[in-house]
């Protein structure tokens, strides 16, 4: 079989920016290559998370309207918490993730970690964690390599050290990881997976490898946050300094019944809480959401409790202050819009080739914002999406057909938008549903 060209990073990195923008999402990542006016937000962030690899645990509150790039942001962070050499992960709220129920959130994260690039991490979170017991062993007693019995026995003892730790936070986990490094050793795989998948929260573990760690049950709500305080610890022990999680699509849980909203809303008290008493150490938690679920009847602030530790102070004269909890979003204007632009065309340079910048060029790409902007009713701030997707539909058509003249061809049809277009844009866009 023939081997293929091997491409540069650079390359792929930008042929997935460019691919996540014609399907009209956030690509996972190379955003800092095409972000605008975010540089305060951004240090903003990265000092924290400084600061939470050093010590401590912290929470950032991002809030706009539609349009602003919360979820651009959310996942802008994500992003530097993994240049900083965090473990991340990513669970945006739905009917099946709900914020009332925490053992099904703690799940969802599990299933999301990204480590050093590898998704699904926490089993290699769990091996480096392990091997870095042995390497320290190994250099603390070099005398003692060429006698491999000797080498096991102490890397064994040293692995139960660490597991008294984890066993004095919840004794369930210490004996899980027990079984699955006994399993791995063994070369007894099934075993090994089923062991992941119960430190992971999944319901569906067979009893034999509980039986088998001498423990009954599973996660529950009320032991998620003794999981991701393990979940940290193992973490930095395999050389990360620290965990990040994403709670997104919070607007959700303003649709819930008051009692199930109100479940949700105090489970994000507890985990500031949490955060601030120490029990989350080396986590940083980011959550997203408009006006109206900081500030709503159905939202936040129907919770005194969660309101006033994550409620924000007034902004002065135009002055933002994006060190305080609540990050303050402003909405995209033509100028951001057409930055974001050139940006996007530099990066469909890098994955394709050059662009022709006399027919995709400043004038053009404002014709374009123009054009889109007054099918929205001139509202900019809830065209970013589309505009951005009609954009690099037009730099393919440029590359494809050297005949192509965008500026003569162009113009959006709203009727083609229709299977596209979220409910917000379809509320203000001029046409008749």
């Known amino acids: 079989m023939q081997v293929p060209e091997p491409v540069e990073p650079v390359v792929l990195e930008s042929i997935g920016i460019i691919n996540a923008l014609r399907r009209g999402t956030v690509p996972a990542q190379g955003l800092s290559r095409f972000a605008v006016g975010l540089e305060s937000e951004e240090q903003a962030i990265r000092d924290q998370l400084r600061l939470v690899a050093r010590s401590g645990a912290d929470i950032k509150a991002v809030r706009g309207e539609y349009g602003s790039g919360k979820t651009f942001l959310i996942s802008r962070a994500l992003e530097i918490a993994r240049e900083e050499g965090f473990v991340t992960a990513r669970v945006p709220l739905s009917p099946t993730n709900p914020l009332y129920k925490l053992s099904t959130i703690y799940t969802r994260m599990m299933t999301s970690l990204v480590a050093g690039g590898e998704e699904n991490a926490l089993r290699s979170l ?36 660490a597991l008294s730790d984890i066993s004095e936070i919840h004794s369930s986990l210490a004996a899980m990881i027990r079984t699955y490094y006994q399993a791995s050793d063994a070369g007894d795989f099934k075993t090994a997976q089923a062991a992941i998948g119960w430190l992971a929260g999944e319901s569906q573990v067979g009893r034999g490898v509980k039986q088998q760690a001498g423990i009954r049950g599973g996660v529950d709500d009320g032991s998620v946050l003794s999981f991701m305080q393990v979940v940290s610890l193992v973490a930095r022990g395999a050389g990360y300094l620290g965990c990040a999680l994403a709670l997104d699509e919070l607007e959700i849980t303003q649709s819930l019944p008051r009692n199930l909203r109100d479940r949700g809303y105090r489970n994000l008290v507890q985990i500031i809480d949490a955060l601030d008493g120490g029990l989350l150490p080396h986590w940083f938690i980011i959550i997203g959401g408009t006006p109206l679920l900081y500030d709503g009847a159905r939202g936040m602030k129907s919770v005194p409790p969660l309101y006033e530790r994550i409620g924000m102070v007034p902004e002065h004269a135009g002055f933002p202050n994006p060190r305080q909890t609540q990050i303050v979003l402003k909405s995209f204007d033509a100028r951001k819009l057409e930055e974001v632009a050139l940006r996007v065309t530099g990066v469909y340079a890098s994955a394709y080739g050059e662009v022709d910048r006399n027919r995709i060029s400043h004038r053009f790409i404002r014709t374009m914002v123009e054009r889109i902007c007054s099918h929205f009713g001139g509202r900019i701030d809830v065209m970013p999406r589309i505009f951005l997707r009609e954009f690099v539909d037009i730099l393919d058509k440029c590359d494809l057909y050297p005949d192509f003249d965008p500026m003569a061809g162009y113009d959006i049809s709203p009727e083609s938008l229709g299977p596209v277009l979220t409910e917000e844009e379809k509320a203000v866009i001029r046409i008749s549903w």
Request: charged share 35%; hydrophobic share 40%; glycine share 8%.
């Open 126 to 161: 769990i091996d480096g964690w392990l091997f870095a017991i042995e390497e320290r062993v190994r250099n603390r007693d070099a005398g003692s390599l060429n006698d491999q019995g000797l080498i096991d026995s102490l890397v064994l003892k040293e692995v139960e050290h």
